[in-house]
């Protein structure tokens, strides 16, 4: 056999996928899980037609009902999208520095067992995210589901031609391929809104329960 060249490779057009754990969780759960509940038994789900189970509306009216806890929550995630975001090279005066943010939307969901979320982007947002108050049951096995799905946003393209092939090189094995992840309470998740993304038919009992929301960055003239 031939001696095996050195190849030098270079994974490309590489998608963040931020995951943290906001600090203090276990006292910002608890407030969250109750107030949440007790929002789903008392109003009618939100018309998303992306989602089986209940969702609040699509805005920012989460902030009066679900209490000062949700200042637990969003201070640190507005810290991480600063940390990882920075002013490119189009805006010369600023390059290298790092914009302010703001919560443009945020809503809570409530899946229980058979809930499930169609794959979606959320299309005229910079940073999309959940975090997850309570995760319900979870198995060892994934049979319980309700996992988050994150799509290649280059399609099944890598893999038409010949899908039964792969790229030898392990950080490439996930091309063409959506990506599952199996939250845990506490955890945040940070992606960019154009990311098509979907959760998994849940098959636990207790209900799994989560804050979406979109951030976009301050501008400032």
Known sequence: MAKELEINVRPIFSTPL?????????????????AILEREASTPAYADYEVVGWS??????????????????FDPVIQVATQVTEFSERAPDRSGSRP??????????????GGSNAAHPHPGTFWSGVYYVDVGDISSDGKCGGDLLLFDPRGCLPRMLAPY??????????????ISFMPAAGECVMFPGWLFHAVGTYAG???RISVAFNLDPVIRK
């Open 100 to 113: 302010d943010w703001q919560l443009v939307e945020a809503w809570a969901n409530v899946q229980r067992k």
């Open 165 to 178: 092939l792969r790229y030898s090189m392990p950080e490439l094995h996930d091309a063409g391929r959506n």
């Open 18 to 34: 931020l995951v943290f754990t906001i600090p203090d969780y276990e006292r910002i759960n608890q407030a969250l899980r109750r």
């Open 205 to 207: 009992k207790a209900p």
């Open 56 to 73: 609040s509306p699509h805005d920012l009216s989460i902030l009066e009902w679900a209490g000062p806890a949700l200042k637990g929550l």
